[in-house]
């Protein structure tokens, strides 16, 4: 199993760009899909970003795509989420979560089989 470890998050502007990174611990992470998820104030947990083992396989959630970029090192076990443009609608908690399904589709979060413990993101209206 892994062990993950959000930071990054913040209090920023409409229209800046933030990044979150997930430092990873484990010998899974390497061979492991991994995604971002966020919850808002009092709506359920949603699936933003998914990738594969490799980096070379991604999927979205559409109201992201064009302006959010997952990445990872496996050299450094570290994930991260790259936010363009953020918008009041990114406020949320963000979790890092390594999963057993397929990067290319949106990862239901009963495939998830560990998370981080979160990071506060916070666009002001």
């Known amino acids: 199993q892994v062990h993950l470890v959000e930071s990054g998050g913040g209090l920023v502007q409409a229209g800046v760009s933030l990044r979150l990174s997930c430092a990873a611990s484990?010998?899974?992470?390497?061979?492991?899909?991994m995604a971002w998820f966020r919850q808002a104030p009092g709506k359920e947990r949603e699936f933003v970003a998914a990738?594969?083992?490799?980096?070379?396989?991604?999927s979205y959630v559409e109201s992201v795509k064009g302006r959010f970029t997952i990445s990872r090192d496996n050299a450094e076990n570290t994930l991260y989420l790259k936010m363009n443009t953020l918008n009041t609608e990114a406020t949320a908690v963000y979790y890092c979560?390594?999963?057993?399904?397929?990067?290319?589709?949106?990862?239901?979060?009963?495939?998830?089989?560990?998370w981080g413990q979160g990071t506060q993101v916070t666009v002001p209206s």
């Open positions: 484990g010998r899974t992470f390497s061979t492991s899909s």
């Open positions: 979560a390594a999963t057993r399904y397929n990067a290319l589709r949106p990862t239901p979060p009963n495939y998830v089989d560990s």
């Open positions: 990738i594969n083992w490799s980096g070379g396989a991604t």
